[in-house]
């Protein structure tokens, strides 16, 4: 199975400040199609999973342009560019290139 | 609005069954390709079972931990999906969910509970 490692674990940032998140898979997630299926979700406290950005670096709907992903074959980065409180959860990285689709580990995004 | 919602979960002891329904609405419940995600008390995201489309003949696939216990179906005239859990382990302990969309669309998940 694809291993995603992500960093950090946890990041304490204050308000207004960005974040940067990592995450690692160990093999190239570029599919058959060419395509790069590559998710990074958000999961509030209490809250199930919300996905922001798929496909590397497309936005859902709805998601503010604070948020942007980036990356390629196996290195892949979530940032932030102004933290707001309600970013505040544990972001998962996500990839649905090969099977069985696979998780990162968390990061847990704390104010400081 | 789009909605999945989970039922069916509870307490269970160990080698017993259980099976987890997932309702949906506010989407083509008949293209899409249906999945079982569960987290575990440690909030690891394990993806467990997929059941393709009609045109896919309903193909599934399952990850190595349940296959041949856990059997994951589908009735489009109901928009649902099922879980069949089957000899389950204290390991199976955690929150289901089901998602669709290439994760885009989450339930509010059920949670199992494999104690004795």
């Known amino acids: 199975d694809v291993v995603m490692t992500q960093t950090p674990v946890s990041l304490s940032v204050a308000i207004g400040q960005p974040a940067s998140i990592s995450c690692k898979s160990s093999?190239?997630?570029?599919?058959?199609?060419?395509?790069?299926?590559l998710n990074w979700l958000l999961q509030r406290p209490g809250q199930s999973p919300k996905r922001l950005i798929y496909l590397v670096s497309k936005l859902d709907s709805g998601i503010p342009d604070r948020f942007s992903g980036s990356g390629s074959e196996t290195d892949f980065t979530l940032k932030i560019s102004r933290v707001e409180a309600d970013d505040l959860g544990v972001y998962y990285c996500l990839q649905g290139t090969h099977f069985p689709n696979t998780f990162g580990a968390g990061t847990k995004l704390e104010l400081k | 609005e789009v909605q999945l919602v989970e039922t069916g979960g509870g307490l269970v002891q160990p080698g017993k069954s259980l099976k987890l329904t997932c309702a949906t609405s506010?989407?083509?419940?008949?293209?899409?390709?249906m999945h079982w995600v569960r987290q575990s008390p440690e909030k690891r995201l394990e993806w467990i079972a997929r059941i393709k489309d009609k045109s896919n003949n309903y193909a599934t696939d399952y990850v190595e931990s349940v296959k041949g216990r856990f059997t994951i179906s589908r009735d489009d005239s109901k928009s649902s999906v099922y879980l069949q859990m089957n000899s389950l382990k204290e390991e199976d302990t955690a929150t289901y969910y089901c998602?669709?969309?290439?994760?885009?669309?989450w339930g509010q998940g059920t949670l199992v509970t494999v104690s004795s």
């Open positions: 093999q190239s997630l570029v599919g058959t199609s060419g395509k790069t299926y």
């Open positions: 998602t669709a969309y290439s994760s885009l669309y």
């Open positions: 506010g989407f083509t419940f008949s293209t899409a390709w």
